[in-house]
């Protein structure tokens, strides 16, 4: 997006709608008041007039260095806690298509939640990354997993350089490569520790990472803890990204102008806040044409993207190979836990006695690992069916299908066309409470989210589309949205298009990617 209003920008079937003028003055307005009244009760709660909740340094200790500053949690205090009913809700059931939840009140203000012992069923899940629908506890996936428990227990209790290498382990890794397309492949049990404690091996002192301005805070985390020259490229712009690269290969390091020892591009297949493709086709025709390098974070993509699952270099039909990094998540289309890195066997042999992550870090437990490989194979047609094509292809449908009626009745949403994270913008502090508390009375559960995990005008919800979901779950999700949407005036796009008859899908549409 630009800087200005009422444009609408397209990258690979993506759309950006611009913030409305007269919407954007009220979100700052609507900020300024919360800012005001949060010094005034902060005042209050000082005189002891109002009574305060928040952990403070004992009294004994006011003469010490401050463990922590106070005014630190100002937004925590005084804005997050009057919407904080929104978030945390706790379910007791499989995160599938529909969840149950445990009813919660608050009595002073979401300081504390008291639960009523009541469970509100049946709830359509618009919210976890469920995409492919593994998340379940019946089926081939659940049974193989529950053998493997009593088979190997559920704690390894070392690390793979010791004794907790399993032959299941190097099972997994040798489908993970394979489904990747690559030579070799390495899992690790956390996606977010996949990111931070693999790219300081990768990456260090002398050399410079590009980074997209909305990768993941676990990409920003490795890359602050690799020493490396850090750099911030506008997002999914290929000429603030080519500028970078040009100005790096000419001026190179600051003050003794050497070149730098190796330039590391960092991007996301689908950015889980924006719902935005990665333009991977022009990043691979720059890294190649600049001698850098290009670690592709797939956490989202991989499974969601691709006539086959495969992600989003199935997805625009390109070679493994010339992404110098792949790196992925089980935790969602596999309904697992863990990531992976795969490419040349050379680099995965490196990072088996670099990575912090590989050398120090118990490993996966093993019907986690089994839910990787029954799920993989799934996909990838191993197991004899053909559920895994299947639910890609039902996949992609429900996306299409949902991001056209949502378009169509009038609301803001972001990303690319194929994206099955759908941003739909509410702007407004005051709404991102009011919108999810008024879905869940409506029996749908959804995600909101606002500043600081996205720009202060920018809040938001997101729903994510599953495979799982069927038509009329859809169509229900929305009816409610559109009720709701009318109820809190969030209808905001000036570019609504008109209703289209509903038709089947068409399953050619991997092949009509825009340029």
Known sequence: PGDDFGKEYLFIGSSFEETPLLVAVLTYMGYGILTIFGYLRDFLRDWKIERCHIAREREEQR???????????????????????????????????KVDLVERVSHDYN???????????????????????????TGYCAEAAA?????????????????????????MEALVAKFLGVESAIAFGMGFATNSM????????????????????SLVLGARLSGSTIRVFKHNNMQSLEKMLRDAIVHGQPRTHRPWKKILILVEGIYSMEGSIVRLPEVIALKKRFGAYLYLDEAHSIGALGPAG????????????????????????FGAAGGYIGGRRELIDYLRVHSHSAVYATSMSPPVVEQIITSMKCIMGEDGTTLGEF?????????????????????????????????????????????????????IGVVVVGFPATPIIE?????????????????????????????????????????????????????????
């Open 111 to 137: 300081w504390t939640f008291d639960y009523t012992g009541r469970v509100v069923g049946g709830v359509i899940n618009m919210g976890s990354y469920n995409y492919l629908g593994f998340a379940e506890n």
């Open 63 to 97: 003469d010490f260095v401050p463990l922590y500053q106070d005014f630190e949690n100002f937004y925590t205090r005084n804005l997050y806690m009057r919407i904080r009913d929104s978030w945390n809700r706790p379910i007791c059931s499989v995160p599938g298509a």
């Open 391 to 443: 639910r890609v292809k039902r996949l992609a449908e429900n996306t299409v299908y949902f991001r056209r009626k949502m378009t169509e009745m009038g609301f803001i949403i972001y990303g690319n066309s194929d994206s099955p994270v759908v941003p739909m913008m509410l702007y407004l502090p005051a709404k991102i409470g009011a919108f999810g508390r008024e879905m869940l009375k409506r029996n």
């Open 310 to 333: 495969r992600g989003v270099v199935d997805y625009f039909g390109l070679d493994p190979r010339d992404v110098d990094v792949m790196m992925g998540t089980f935790t969602k289309s």
């Open 198 to 217: 693999n790219i300081p091996a990768l990456s260090g002192k002398g050399c410079l990472i590009l980074s997209d301005e909305l990768n993941h805070a």
């Open 147 to 171: 053998e493997v428990t009593m088979k190997y227990g559920v704690g390894v209790a070392s690390t793979r350089q010791e004794m907790g290498n399993l032959d299941r382990h190097e099972e």
């Open 459 to 515: 809040s938001r919800a997101r729903f994510c589309i599953s495979a799982a979901h069927t038509k009329d779950m859809l169509d229900t999700a929305l009816c409610v949205i559109s009720e709701v949407g009318d109820l809190l005036q969030v209808k905001y796009s000036r570019h609504r298009r008109l209703p289209s008859l509903d038709r089947a899908f068409d399953h050619s549409i991997y092949d009509e990617i825009q340029d």
